[in-house]
């Protein structure tokens, strides 16, 4: 044993000494050490990741790329295969396999099952391959998982915290495996994307948004955490389940004494860590948000995420007009949704309109808010608090040209108040109607401009309308960006790929930026900044081909832009508490978040000689 810790005490000390002489350089869309396996600083192994168990544990594992040195150092020799290879062996290996499955669903399950046995490999895949893969970890096909996620469930990944718990979630944080959590995503499973109360099924959006986190916004696998409250649920056909909780879902007192308990426990055991709401109902996501918004470093990913992009997407539309950002505060913006994506998205483009001088008042009377009932009016009886402040009265418009009440249909409303945005968020598909979409073309070509037209719901089978329709019924001549993707198509006589209106666009960056800055707040004129950023980030050639949106290929660069105008912001406003400097220069900023992001590649193992 004193022998085998002096040869290890050597190895280790060798390896850390010839690491520091080797410089960086650039690989692909990552920054690779520029060194052999063997010349880079090892990762310390803990003794419980020996043998078969390293294997077994998705963060150490390397598979058959594992050395001949590490399998010697850890217990491995003839546990593997004897031939070694690379990681780029191993990623075009994998890529082969999984462009033999036909169904998507099917190829998920596959990078799942990647995900579950080598987290490393799994995240250099979803890198270097983003625009084939994110459809399959994040929307659409994460609906289709999350509908069977019971059925196909095989291995846990994530905390669930069940009201059954109650009571118990801060002594159950310290199962928690790892102690340095930076990013949390958080879901009650309430309204998952356009499907409606799927309860503890909704794991399969916090693990797809933190995929997104590691791969887009370089957050390291081990510091995020995906978290069920499980509260119950209403959908009938999971009461008589045998997975989750399955009793009637909490409400009033009872559901925020859960709420309050995790966010208690969260805040205790990782008081640094960004937590983002995701997926919950529109009966609690604005209050969940306004209680803890002031207290924790939080954000709601529906509200603030879908109207940052929202916003980005309204500032990059007027610029592929010709006309300048500040031209948002002469817009009109119908909106099909009175939920909590819907109010959210009006509440960001809002918030950017005051930005340009515009009144709170001023700029709520640009919108026209609409929900199943037709216009939200301020006559309406039982109308939900958070849609109170954007109900329109029932009287004419500025001019006098035109009625507005209570309960008119999307086309009157087009025609009466002449909007020349139109924004879908009703998760209600072919919802916008070919007379509707005409209409606001209409008004828009009276000024001079072309209509915006942004069917936002996802996934894909709930979406308002298609690209498709949305050309044709306005001669081509529309700006258009959707929720979920759709295929490439010819507009006005050349082939175009419409843009995706995506929240992976923001909140990768938004949690990376808070995160790296030590934020002790996520703050409206933070959001701003981050949609800014990401509005100002396409290249020539991106907005040459009519897109609205950068490609997802560059997710990484356009995350850490995202990240350094949140770190930036953070920085003014002297809420930052990691790095405070603000005489840092743009380019200081960009380095020090390079220097912080997680990156996918292979790390030599070595045993710590020192461990007892």
């Known amino acids: 044993d004193k022998m085998h810790q002096v040869i290890s005490r050597r190895v280790y000390g060798a390896l850390s000494q010839n690491s520091q002489k080797i410089p960086k350089a650039?690989?692909?869309?990552?920054?690779?050490?520029?060194r052999s396996l063997e010349q880079r600083l090892p990762l310390k192994v803990p003794p419980s990741a020996r043998g078969v168990n390293l294997l077994h544990d998705p963060l150490w594992n390397k598979g058959t790329a594992t050395t001949m040195s590490e399998r010697e150092r850890l217990g491995l020799r003839g546990l593997l295969p004897p031939r070694i290879m690379s990681m780029e062996q191993q990623v075009e290996r994998f890529m082969t396999s999984l462009n033999e499955i036909s169904l998507d669903i099917h190829k998920a399950i596959a990078l799942n099952e990647l995900h579950d046995r080598n987290e490393t490999l799994f995240h250099r895949v979803l890198v270097e391959r983003i625009e084939e893969l994110a459809p399959l970890v994040y929307t659409p096909t994460v609906g289709k998982v999350c509908l069977e996620y019971g059925h196909r469930f095989r291995r846990p990944r994530g905390m669930y915290f069940s009201a059954k718990d109650k009571g118990y979630f801060a002594t159950m944080m310290y199962n928690w495996p790892h102690r340095d959590v930076h990013i949390c995503v958080v879901t009650d499973g309430s309204r998952i994307l356009g499907l409606g109360d799927l309860g503890v099924n909704g794991m399969g959006i916090p693990v797809g948004k933190l995929a997104l986190y590691c791969a887009a916004g370089g957050i390291a696998p081990h510091r995020v955490m995906p978290v069920?409250?499980?509260v119950g649920t209403n959908n009938p056909d999971l009461l008589n389940d045998e997975f989750g909780f399955a009793e009637p879902r909490l409400t009033g007192a009872a559901y925020m004494e859960v709420v309050d308990e995790f966010m208690t426990a969260m805040k205790y055991h990782f008081p640094k860590a960004c937590i983002q709401f995701e997926d919950f109902s529109s009966e609690h996501a604005a209050d969940i948000l306004a209680r803890y918004r002031d207290k924790t470093l939080c954000f709601n990913d529906d509200i603030q995420g879908t109207g940052c992009v929202v916003l980005a997407g309204l500032l990059s539309a007027l610029r592929a007009q010709g006309l300048p950002a500040s031209a948002l505060k002469d817009q009109r913006i119908l909106v099909a949704g009175?939920?909590?994506?819907?109010?959210g998205v009006s509440d960001m483009v809002a918030k950017g309109m005051m930005q340009q001088g515009l009144s709170e008042e001023e700029a709520?009377?640009?919108?026209?808010i609409c929900d199943k009932d037709g216009l939200v009016g301020n006559t309406r009886l039982n109308m939900d608090e958070h849609a109170a402040p954007w109900a329109r009265k029932d009287d004419g418009l500025d001019k006098g040209e035109a009625t507005l009440r209570d309960g008119m249909s999307l086309v009157d409303v087009a025609k009466a108040a002449r909007p020349?945005?139109?924004l879908g968020v009703s998760a209600c598909a072919q919802l916008f109607t070919k007379e509707l979409v005409s209409q606001?073309?209409?008004?828009?070509?009276?000024?001079g401009e072309r209509a915006i037209i942004f069917p936002l719901s996802n996934p894909t089978p709930v979406a308002e309308c298609t690209a498709e329709q949305a050309f044709e019924w306005t001669d081509d001549k529309c700006v258009f960006a959707s929720g979920s993707p759709f295929p490439p198509l010819k507009v006005n006589g050349e082939m175009m790929t419409p843009s995706q209106c995506n929240n992976m666009f923001i909140f990768p960056g938004v949690g990376m930026g808070a995160s790296v800055s030590g934020a002790t707040a996520i703050t409206d004129q933070t959001l701003y900044a981050s949609a800014l950023a990401l509005s100002n980030s396409l290249t020539a050639e991106e907005r040459s081909k009519g897109?609205?949106?950068p490609s997802v290929s560059r997710i990484r660069e356009v995350s850490e832009t995202v990240a350094c105008a949140v770190l930036k912001s953070t920085i003014d406003q002297d809420i930052a508490t990691k790095y405070t400097s603000k005489s840092t220069s743009q380019e200081d900023l960009l380095l020090y978040l390079k220097r912080k992001t997680y990156n996918p590649f292979y790390t030599p193992l070595g045993r710590d000689p020192y461990h007892k």
């Open 420 to 422: 020349t945005i139109l």
């Open 228 to 230: 069920v409250l499980d």
């Open 547 to 549: 897109q609205i949106f």
């Open 26 to 34: 650039s690989f692909g869309k990552l920054m690779i050490d520029d």
């Open 440 to 447: 606001v073309q209409h008004n828009a070509a009276t000024e």
């Open 364 to 368: 709520r009377a640009r919108f026209f």
């Open 338 to 343: 009175a939920g909590s994506a819907g109010l």
